[in-house]
Nanobody
Framework: QLQLVESGGGLVEPGGSLRLSCAAS????????IAWFRQVPGLDRERVSC????????EYVGSVKGRFTISRDNDKNLVYLQMNNLTREDTAIYYC?????????????????????WGQGTQVTVSS
């Protein structure tokens, strides 16, 4: 199974950019679809973006479309989330999660219980 560690979070001004990284170890990285979630205290964890094993499918929640870009480098066991034009509504703890890949309706999203590996999260704070 995969172990995941997020990094790259921090404090950024509105309109600024951050790049989050999700580093994987312990299993065959290219067998897993990876997703980014985020969570604000008191609210449910929200889907942000996902990417399939070979980057054929990439999805984004509507609020980040056009601003965030997900990518992966299977040779380096890394997934990135480039976040541009950040707003205060993007403030959250960001988590990456892994699900064993299988084809389903041309999407990279899986059911909650199929995400079998989670990182510990990285804090993103957008504030002036």
């Amino acid at each position: 199974q995969l172990q995941l560690v997020e990094s790259g979070g921090g404090l950024v001004e509105p309109g600024g950019s951050l790049r989050l990284s999700c580093a994987a170890s312990g299993s065959s990285f290219s067998d897993y679809a990876i997703a980014w979630f985020r969570q604000v205290p008191g609210l449910d964890r929200e889907r942000v973006s996902c990417i399939s094993t070979w980057s054929v499918y990439m999805e984004y929640v509507g609020s980040v479309k056009g601003r965030f870009t997900i990518s992966r480098d299977n040779d380096k066991n890394l997934v990135y989330l480039q976040m541009n034009n950040l707003t205060r509504e993007d403030t959250a703890i960001y988590y990456c999660a892994a699900a064993r890949w299988y084809w389903r309706d041309a999407t990279c999203w899986f059911d909650w219980n199929e995400y079998i590996s989670w990182g510990q999260g990285t804090q993103v704070t957008v504030s002036s």
